[in-house]
């Protein structure tokens, strides 16, 4: 980097109590280095009076009152989904930092955060760039305040309702009804979380693909099909119960029956960083446990 002074704003959720540790090892360690340290006012809240941490800022922010040099997201892959939404398209990278359970995304274990800190000022990373999806309603409105989604957008019945019935075009061509529980809207980065439970297949990143899955389809001769991530998905639900939810990287709101949905790529990338010891197929191999054998 050019700038001697690094800017570092933090995000987190506030559930988590052992995270705060590993937060206060970041701060200490980015301020070793004079670094500037912006929060999410939730998260230091959370961290200075739920926890009772005593942490020093450069300043503590709301929304989208910030600009930085990194993103860094504390908790599992939900919190940098989160991030990722909060940064939108700033073009922030976002430095995942894992204490969830699982952590595709989030990547950095606490054990590691000063390697990974020290990466950083060394210029040891990467930063790659995943494919983010867009939802639209009929007239081009937006139905909430960040409809764009890193890992999938799905369309569900309600909790309540019998199946719903989704007209879906690819570039206006028309594709099928789907008779389902819902159905899903995938990226690579995606692929391996709500849609690869459905029956989805795990796509490699970097393949500039969709991937639409069907939840619980009526028919078995459903199955996935995987589409250009340039083309536009028009669907249209009707619902015995006049509405349905669409989902957008779990940020759900309720729509009416009959209301027309697009999905297509977004203008913008969501941009992670990557460290020279993180290869994605290990990654993939030892979180799915793949030819773990425990005869």
């Known amino acids: 980097m050019k700038r001697n002074i690094l800017r570092f704003a933090f995000f987190g ?3 988590q109590a052992k995270k705060s540790q590993a937060v206060y090892k970041i701060i200490a360690f980015l301020q070793q280095r004079k670094a ?3 929060m999410d006012k939730p998260f ?6 739920g926890q009772r941490l005593d942490i020093s800022v450069t300043r503590v922010f709301e929304g989208d009152d910030f600009e930085a040099d990194f993103a860094v997201s ?5 919190t940098l989904l989160e991030t990722a939404a909060r940064v939108g398209a700033k073009g922030i990278p976002i430095i995942g930092v894992n204490i969830g359970r699982l952590g595709f995304l989030a990547a950095v274990n606490p054990s590691e955060i000063e390697n990974a800190f020290g990466a950083v000022y060394g210029g040891d990373y990467i930063v790659k760039e995943h494919t983010v999806i867009k939802l639209e309603t009929e007239g081009g409105g937006e139905v909430m305040t960040s409809p764009y989604a890193l890992n999938d957008i799905a369309l ?3 909790d309540n309702a ?4 989704i007209r879906t075009s690819i570039n206006d061509e028309y594709l099928m009804t789907y008779q389902a529980d819902g159905i899903i809207v995938t990226t690579p980065t995606g692929s391996t979380a ?7 297949p795990v796509i490699a990143p970097g393949t500039e693909t969709l991937c639409l899955t069907a939840v619980a389809p009526h028919s078995l001769t459903v199955r996935p099909i995987v589409l250009p991530d340039n083309c536009m998905i028009t669907m249209k639900v009707e619902s015995r119960s006049h509405n349905f939810l669409a989902a957008v990287d779990g940020r759900s709101v309720s729509l009416d029956d009959g209301t ?6 977004a203008a913008y990338a969501a941009r992670i960083v990557r460290f020279s010891d993180m290869r994605y197929f290990t990654t993939l191999r030892e979180k799915m446990m793949w030819g773990l054998d425990q005869r």
């Open 13 to 15: 959720n506030e559930y």
């Open 194 to 200: 709500y849609s690869l439970s459905n029956g989805g």
């Open 156 to 158: 569900l019945k309600r």
């Open 162 to 165: 019998s199946m719903i019935s």
């Open 36 to 38: 500037e340290i912006l």
């Open 44 to 49: 230091y809240e959370f961290i200075t009076q």
């Open 74 to 78: 504390m908790g599992g892959d939900g």
């Open 260 to 265: 027309v949905v697009r999905i297509s790529k």
